[in-house]
C-alpha cells in the first residue's frame, strides 16, 4: 500500500477521468454505468407515460410516479458521484431526501387506498397482526399480536418517518466533516453509516408490519411489489454503503490506490453499484408490470366471455317458458346483464 502519494481528499473530476482513461475496465464499467443510467431515465418516462395514459388523474396516480422516480434518481446522482468524486456525499444526500419524501409519500399512499385512517381501522378491526417481523424479529415469536389501532398505526408511522429524519442529517454531518477536512474523517463516516443502517432497519421493521395487515385487504392494488421496491431500496443501499466503507476503514480489500484513497474508491464502488442495481430492480418492476396487466386482461376476457354465456342461457330459457304464447311474443329480447361495476381507487369504509 502506497500512502505516501495518498491525500485525504478526493480528486477532481478532471483527476478522475484521467484515471478512467488509464485502465480499460474502468472505462468500460464507467461507460456502461452511463449507458444504463441513461437507459434508466428512458425507462421510467415509458412506464409514466403509460401510467398516465392508462389510469386517470388521483393522488395516488401521482404519488406511484413521484415513487417510480426514486430509480432515476439514485441512478443519475450516483453516476455523478462517480464522475465528480467530491460531490459523492452531496449527490448522496441529494438521493437521501428524495428517499425521505418517498418513504412519507408510501405511509400516505397506504392511507388513500383505505380512503383514510378511519376507514383502515374499520376495515382492519378484529384482526391481530404479529410484530414477529423481517429484519429485527423474525425469530422473536414470543412477541404479542397487537391490533391494527390509531396509536399503533401511529407508532408505526413514526418507526418508518424516523429513517426520512436520521438519514440525511447523518449524511449532512459526514458532508460537514468532509468538507471541513477532519483527518478522522473516515473514521466517524464509518459509525454515522452505522446509525443510518440501524435506522433503515428499524423503518424496514415498522413498514413490514404494516405491510403484513394490508396485504391481504390491498391485494388488488398491488401492494406487494410495491412495498418490496421500497424495502430493496432502504435495505440494499444502505448494508452496501456500510459494507464498503467498513472495508476502507480497515483498508484490506480497498487500499489506497493514488489519486483515489480508500474511502474514494470505497464510494465509486458503492455509486457504480448503485447505477447497474437501479436499472435491474427498475426492468423487473416494469416486466411484472407488463405480466400483471396481460393476467388482468385476460381474466376480463374470460368474464366477458362468462357473462355472454350467462346471458345466452337466460334467453333460451326465457323462450322455453314462454311456448304457448302467440308467435309475436315468442320472440324474446335478450336479457340485459347490467355490467359489473368497475372496483374504486379506494376501500371505502
Known amino acids: 500500500m502506497n500512502e505516501t502519494h495518498c491525500s485525504d481528499e478526493a480528486p477532481t473530476s478532471e483527476e478522475m477521468?484521467?484515471?478512467?482513461?488509464?485502465?480499460?475496465?474502468?472505462?468500460?464499467?464507467?461507460?456502461?454505468?452511463?449507458?444504463?443510467?441513461?437507459?434508466?431515465?428512458?425507462l421510467f418516462i415509458e412506464i409514466v407515460y403509460n401510467i398516465t395514459r392508462r389510469q386517470f388523474y388521483s393522488a395516488s396516480r401521482t404519488i406511484i410516479i413521484v415513487l417510480l422516480a426514486i430509480y432515476p434518481v439514485s441512478s443519475v446522482t450516483s453516476f455523478m458521484g462517480v464522475i465528480i468524486p467530491r460531490a459523492s456525499l452531496v449527490a448522496n444526500l441529494t438521493a437521501s431526501f428524495y428517499y425521505c419524501i418517498c418513504l412519507y409519500l408510501?405511509?400516505?399512499?397506504?392511507?388513500d387506498y383505505y380512503d383514510g385512517v378511519?376507514?383502515?381501522?374499520?376495515?382492519?378491526?378484529?384482526?391481530?397482526?404479529?410484530?414477529?417481523?423481517?429484519?429485527?424479529?423474525?425469530?422473536?415469536?414470543?412477541l404479542p399480536r397487537i391490533e391494527m389501532t390509531r396509536n399503533n398505526f401511529h407508532n408505526l408511522r413514526l418507526g418508518i418517518l424516523q429513517n426520512a429524519i436520521v438519514r440525511p442529517a447523518s449524511l449532512f454531518i459526514a458532508a460537514t466533516l468532509w468538507a471541513d477536512g477532519?483527518?478522522?474523517?473516515?473514521?466517524?463516516?464509518?459509525?454515522?453509516?452505522?446509525?443510518?443502517?440501524i435506522s433503515?432497519?428499524?423503518?424496514?421493521?415498522s413498514l413490514a408490519v404494516i405491510y403484513n395487515a394490508s396485504k391481504i385487504p390491498l391485494k388488488d392494488f398491488m401492494i406487494t411489489p410495491k412495498f418490496i421496491a421500497m424495502k430493496l431500496v432502504m435495505l440494499v443501499g444502505n448494508t452496501q454503503h456500510f459494507i464498503l466503507s467498513l472495508l476502507a476503514y480497515i483498508e484490506v480489500i480497498l487500499p489506497c490506490n493514488p489519486p483515489l484513497n480508500t474511502q474514494?474508491?470505497?464510494?465509486?464502488?458503492?455509486?457504480?453499484?448503485?447505477?447497474?442495481?437501479?436499472?435491474?430492480?427498475?426492468?423487473?418492476?416494469?416486466?411484472?408490470?407488463?405480466?400483471w396487466r396481460e393476467k388482468q386482461q385476460s381474466s376480463s376476457e374470460s368474464l366477458d366471455r362468462m357473462t355472454e354465456a350467462v346471458a345466452i342461457t337466460e334467453t333460451k330459457t326465457c323462450c322455453n317458458q314462454k311456448v304457448g304464447l302467440s308467435k309475436s311474443q315468442e320472440n324474446c329480447a335478450m336479457i340485459e346483464i347490467p355490467p359489473e361495476e368497475t372496483p374504486e381507487n379506494k376501500l371505502g369504509c
Open 200 to 205: 433503515s432497519v428499524f423503518a424496514v421493521y
Open 106 to 111: 408510501f405511509v400516505v399512499l397506504v392511507i
Open 182 to 197: 477532519t483527518t478522522k474523517a473516515v473514521e466517524a463516516y464509518l459509525y454515522i453509516n452505522a446509525i443510518t443502517m
Open 17 to 42: 477521468i484521467q484515471v478512467i482513461r488509464s485502465r480499460n475496465d474502468i472505462w468500460i464499467s464507467v461507460l456502461i454505468g452511463g449507458i444504463l443510467s441513461i437507459l434508466t431515465v428512458l
Open 264 to 291: 474514494t474508491r470505497a464510494n465509486t464502488i458503492y455509486n457504480m453499484l448503485i447505477t447497474y442495481e437501479t436499472f435491474i430492480m427498475l426492468l423487473l418492476g416494469r416486466i411484472f408490470i407488463y405480466i
Open 118 to 142: 378511519d376507514c383502515m381501522q374499520d376495515k382492519l378491526k378484529g384482526r391481530h397482526i404479529s410484530l414477529a417481523r423481517p429484519p429485527i424479529a423474525c425469530c422473536c415469536f414470543c
